[in-house]
C-alpha cells in the first residue's frame, strides 16, 4: 500500500482566497484524522471520520473551516477565506478500528505545508 | 482524556541509551500508554504501545510501573537518524481518537 497520500505538499496562497486540501487514506481503514501543527500549538486535531461520517469536529478553528469525505477513499479540508494565521502543516491520518489485539496505530500522511500571504 | 507531562527536551550521545520518562497521573483504567516519533517534515509514526509491565519490540522497549502513572521509553544505543520529537499518549483502548501534547525533542549528537 502506498500509505496515506495527501495533496498538494506545499500549497502558498493569498489571504481571502480558497484552499483545498486532499487526502486519500490507506485502503481498509475506516477512520480518517485531519491533524494540524504549528510551533505555538503544536499538533492539534481538527475532526476526525468514521466511515465517512464526521464524529467529532470540536477541533475545527471556526466556521471558515470545513471538511468532507463523500467516500471512503477521499476526504477533503477547505478553508474559505483562509487567513495568514491558517499557515501550517496539515496532516491527514488513517487508522482501523481497534479490535482485540490490535494496536491504537494512526498512520499520517507526509502533510501539506500552507503558506498563507 | 489522560493529560500527559514530558520533558521538553533531551540531549544524548550516539551509542547512548536513552530514556525520556512521561507522567500521566490521571490514567484511566482503560487507557492504553502510547509513543508516537515524528521526524522533521513527516507525520508521527507509532513506536510501540502498552498497559503495564514492559513491552518490547524492533524499535524500543516501553516500561510501565505497577501504579501506571508514568511510563519510560527506552531507545537503546541511539544513533544521529534518532533526532525527533517523541509523544506519549494515554488513549482509550476502545477509542481510536489520539490527543497529542507536546512532546520530547530528542537531539542526539555525535
Known amino acids: 500500500d502506498a500509505g496515506v497520500i495527501q495533496s498538494p505538499r506545499h500549497e502558498v496562497t493569498e489571504m481571502g482566497q480558497e484552499v483545498t486540501l486532499r487526502c486519500k487514506p490507506i485502503?481498509?481503514?475506516?477512520?480518517l484524522f485531519w491533524y494540524r501543527q504549528t510551533m505555538m500549538r503544536g499538533l492539534e486535531l481538527l475532526i476526525y471520520?468514521?466511515?465517512?461520517?464526521?464524529?467529532?469536529d470540536s477541533g475545527m478553528p471556526e466556521d471558515r473551516f470545513s471538511a468532507k469525505m463523500p467516500n471512503a477513499s477521499f476526504s477533503t479540508l477547505k478553508i474559505q477565506p483562509s487567513e495568514p494565521r491558517d499557515s501550517a502543516v496539515y496532516f491527514c491520518?488513517?487508522?482501523?478500528?481497534?479490535?482485540?489485539?490490535?494496536?491504537?496505530?494512526?498512520?499520517f500522511g507526509p502533510g501539506t505545508r500552507l503558506t498563507v500571504l | 482524556l489522560a493529560k500527559t507531562t514530558q520533558p521538553i527536551s533531551m540531549d544524548s550521545y550516539e551509542g547512548q541509551e536513552v530514556n525520556i520518562t512521561c507522567s500521566h497521573n490521571?490514567?484511566?483504567?482503560?487507557?492504553?500508554i502510547t509513543w508516537y516519533q515524528q521526524f522533521p517534515s513527516q507525520g508521527p509514526r507509532f513506536i510501540i504501545q502498552?498497559?503495564?509491565t514492559k513491552v518490547t519490540n524492533e524499535v524500543a522497549s516501553l516500561f510501565i510501573p505497577a501504579d501506571r502513572k508514568s511510563s519510560t521509553l527506552s531507545l537503546p544505543r541511539v544513533s544521529l537518524s534518532d533526532t525527533a520529537v517523541y509523544y506519549c499518549?494515554?488513549?482509550?483502548?476502545?477509542?481510536?481518537?489520539?490527543?497529542f501534547g507536546g512532546g520530547t525533542r530528542l537531539m542526539v549528537k555525535p
Open positions: 499518549l494515554v488513549d482509550l483502548y476502545a477509542g481510536n481518537m489520539l490527543t
Open positions: 471520520f468514521n466511515n465517512n461520517v464526521p464524529i467529532d
Open positions: 490521571n490514567i484511566a483504567t482503560n487507557d492504553y
Open positions: 491520518a488513517s487508522s482501523k478500528s481497534k479490535d482485540r489485539v490490535s494496536y491504537n496505530e494512526q498512520f
Open positions: 502498552g498497559y503495564k
Open positions: 485502503s481498509g481503514h475506516d477512520y
